[in-house]
């Protein structure tokens, strides 16, 4: 007997939900992985193959470039092909250009490399997000999501420290060894993911109903079907002009500037820590001790984020982190030559605080855009954070120089307060909603 009141966002997670969580969240993790990697294995290469600083900095940004296209074109390709068929084009990826990077025998071969691993981590976004969300239960939906956040640290974490073991252990072609560990990770990701069945919702959206039936009956039961599924009316005619003329340009512009101010400052604390810290006149085993607590505070405060983001709800979370974040780093302008210890703690709340934006980067997109465009609007929103991403990686040694510590946190304020006055005038609220009403403009 089928069962016309239980909506399938009201069952419980249940095994299927649970497989699918590691099947996406090992991509996010890999993702980590395979960006932070290189780090590890830069200097190295760049002495065998006696690279200049300019190819050292264009073989570094060449995956945030392929990020940059990768997250449109993936976005577009999710949508009209399909969650399924796309949800194995970056693991491919990760495996082919890791094995690439074992052979490299030239600085073009690696940018080549990592340009196209940036590509594969840009499907990722669109792909991994929104097959998961569209299966999640409304309970599980915001918290499974900001999870990813702590996977991918912990991804970036792995790189570091199964990298250093082969650089130590490895011999003379440690680095190319260290380049190659990801094909392994994507290998096991690749296997994990064999079986997954479309996105019922997807499906529905295309008017394939009868392939929509049969699997919500092959994950939930044979009692349920397409009456169980919440989900507004195919738009097969709508275009993705005509969805932004509607009321969705707004949202867009909201997920791709909130989650640009919010990587901006993050990916420059984190990537010149060190540096960003003996500037502040802290050296030594402080500067090294430092940047590793505010590494750990990061994920600390994603953690936190994740626990409470259905206490508080998205709306107050965005705008409280990019507040206290901001004052933060406003502080650390203003007393830039101050006590190490009021460096270290006014460092540390930034990265503390900042977890609510990190994590809503996942969750957001993924729940305020219908199913005609999920994929569409995560995908430009990773490609233009990945932006803000180049940016922030490649301003901040600059602006140390230029300006100064001082002037060069102020600026990372006023980043972060932007991020705030858009969450203020555009974030909306979806704590508790079906996918269909946190998805709709008429509320």
């Known amino acids: 007997m089928n069962n016309p009141v239980l909506s399938i966002e009201d069952v419980p997670i249940n095994r299927f939900h649970q497989l699918l969580t590691v099947r996406s969240g090992g991509g996010w993790l890999l993702d980590g992985y395979i960006l932070s990697i290189l780090g590890v294995a830069l200097v190295p290469f760049s002495s065998e193959l006696g690279l200049d600083s300019f190819w050292e900095g264009l073989i570094a940004a060449a995956a945030l470039i392929g990020i940059f296209f990768g997250g ?73 999501l900001a999870a990813l956040t702590i996977l991918w640290f912990t991804g970036a974490a792995l790189a570091y420290i199964a990298g250093n073991l082969i650089l130590n252990y490895g011999g003379d072609d440690a680095w190319r060894w260290v380049l190659l560990s990801p094909a392994f990770i994507g290998l096991v990701l690749l296997i994990i993911r064999l079986g997954t069945p479309e996105s019922p919702r997807w499906l529905l959206s295309k008017g394939r109903k009868e392939e929509a039936q049969r699997v919500i009956k092959q994950v939930y039961g044979p009692q349920f079907g397409l009456q169980n599924l919440p ?71 994603c ?30 302008g203003f007393f830039s030559d101050a006590n190490e210890y009021l460096v270290l703690v006014l460092f540390g709340l930034y990265a503390l605080f900042i977890g609510g934006a990190q994590v809503l980067q996942l969750v957001y997109p993924n729940e305020i855009f219908p199913t005609e465009i999920r994929s569409i609007g995560v995908g430009v929103g990773a490609s233009l954070s990945r932006i803000g991403a180049a940016v922030g990686t490649w301003v901040v040694p600059i602006a140390l120089e230029s300006i100064g510590i001082g002037y060069t946190m102020i600026g990372a304020a006023i980043v972060t307060f932007i991020g705030l006055f858009v969450s203020v005038a555009l974030a909306p609220e979806t704590r508790g909603m079906s996918l269909e009403q946190a998805a709709s403009l008429k509320r």
């Open 303 to 332: 953690a936190v984020a994740t626990w409470i983001i259905d206490i508080i709800g998205r709306r107050p979370m965005v705008i409280h982190s990019f507040l206290w974040s901001g004052l933060a780093l406003l502080c650390l």
């Open 72 to 144: 449109f074109i993936g976005g577009a390709a999710t949508n009209h092909f399909g969650r399924k068929k796309l949800y194995f084009v970056g693991p491919i990826i990760f495996i082919l250009c890791s094995i690439g990077q074992f052979w490299a025998e030239s600085a073009l071969t690696l940018f080549i490399c990592r340009f196209f691993i940036g590509i594969g981590v840009g499907f990722e976004y669109p792909v991994a997000g929104s097959i998961l969300v569209e299966y999640l239960p409304a309970k599980s939906r915001g918290p499974r």
């Open 231 to 301: 989900e507004q009316p195919p738009q097969q005619n709508a275009s993705l002009a005509q969805l932004l003329k509607a009321g969705y340009g707004a949202r867009m512009a909201f997920v791709s500037l909130f989650w640009m101010c919010s990587v901006i400052p993050v990916f420059a604390v984190y990537a010149f820590a060190p540096r960003v810290l003996q500037a502040m006149n802290l050296t030594g085993t402080a500067a090294a001790y430092g940047s590793v607590a505010i590494t750990v505070l990061f994920v600390i405060g």
